[in-house]
């Protein structure tokens, strides 16, 4: 899940956390710590594409509406360590939310693309929910095909070693790509269960009492047959996908035998405070049953949209809710966390056969 951005510069990127370049880069080689930030897009049918990689073009700082902006748009790519990774949003997001992960990784030498999932985005969210999240592990796919086919990229990547990214409902994308299994029947369980202990799951942007109402009646109304069809695992498989890494992934609508079958390696990191995704049903679950899964930190204190970097105060009021108090997280955290995600692709796409 994601907060909505509406706004007409969401794909552009947001302010560089520049301390943070600088010990990244400090621990780079001397040719990559030259590299500067790239930002550009591509258009495939109904799938705009950001993409964000190393360049040697000088990076220019711009200001458009709370952000201060420093990238080198449309700038030339280099040559950086020839594995794409796929960055998959929330609900109703955009690139702009994790761009601090996606220069990051840009730094380690990876070309990241991130689509903008079609009717889940934060023009358009009609198809949030279930409907996204049957399509989206196929749009992942044609992300990378859009990728090696674009003539300024495809030749710098490695077509069969590719990684990929989700954050929220992102994360659910990547769980059913590495072979996770899910069904709408299983949401309607859980959350007859657990629509109190995992309230901000079951009753995901709903705000008023009428509205939550609603939802729980439907929760426990028996489930039709038809809800019972399982997505994701073999159905989207895609072979050149080597590794992913998970933030917060939604995960409890996940079959038990699924997660345990995954083989991939799976990277997890946790916001202890989640209170939109409670961890023990989402990402803590995750780690216990998928034995290919390991853990890259939990971030202590943090809650959902802390993960998310930059991410204005007026955009995070907005997520938490009118009533909800500031966090108190310590958001200098994401920075190691990015670079914890990073060693893991370095160590499982660029390690030997």
Not at 3 to 17: E, F, G, H, K, Y
Not at 88 to 100: I, N, R, W
Not at 311 to 335: T, V
Request: one cysteine or more; charged letters at 15%; hydrophobic letters at 45%.
């Amino acid at each position: 899940m994601n907060i909505r951005l509406s706004s007409p510069w969401a794909w552009l990127p947001l302010q560089l956390a520049t301390a943070c370049v600088a010990l990244l880069f400090a621990a780079l080689t001397p040719a990559r710590a030259m590299a500067q930030t790239g930002m550009t897009q591509l258009q495939a049918p109904n799938l705009p594409i950001t993409l964000v990689y190393p360049t040697a073009a000088t990076a220019t700082t711009q200001t458009l509406g709370p952000f201060t902006v420093q990238v080198a748009l449309g700038a030339a790519p280099v040559r950086g360590n020839g594995h794409l990774i796929v960055l998959s949003h929330g609900a109703g997001g955009s690139a702009l939310p994790e761009f601090d992960m996606a220069r990051t990784l840009a730094a380690a030498g990876f070309t990241v693309a991130q689509p903008e999932h079609d009717g889940d985005n934060w023009r358009d969210h009609h198809l949030a929910g279930p409907e996204s999240w049957k399509l989206r592990p196929v749009e992942v796919s044609r992300t990378i095909d859009a990728v090696m086919k674009d003539p300024r990229f495809g030749p710098l990547l490695d077509a069969n070693k590719v990684g990929m990214h989700g954050m929220s409902a992102g994360g659910l994308t990547g769980l059913a790509l590495a072979g996770g299994e899910w069904s709408p029947a299983a949401i309607a369980r859980h959350c007859a269960v657990h629509q109190v202990d995992d309230e901000g799951f079951c009753f995901f942007n709903l705000r008023t009492a009428a509205e939550r109402e609603q939802r729980a009646a439907m929760y426990g109304r028996p489930v039709p047959a038809s809800a019972e069809t399982l997505y994701g695992g073999a159905a989207v498989h895609d072979p050149r996908i080597a590794a992913i890494a998970l933030t917060v992934p939604v995960s409890a609508i996940f079959t038990s035998e699924s997660l345990s079958r995954i083989t991939l390696p799976v990277g997890i990191v946790e916001a202890t405070a989640d209170h939109t995704l409670t961890p023990a049903f989402h990402s803590s679950r995750v780690l216990a049953l998928c034995h290919s899964c390991r853990s890259l930190g939990a971030l202590q204190g943090a809650d959902h949209y802390d993960t998310l970097s930059p991410f204005p105060e007026m955009l995070a009021r907005q997520a938490r809710g009118p009533d909800a108090p500031p966090s108190k997280f310590d958001h200098a955290l994401l920075a190691a966390s990015h670079q914890r995600v990073a060693q893991f692709f370095q160590q499982t796409l660029l390690a030997a056969p």
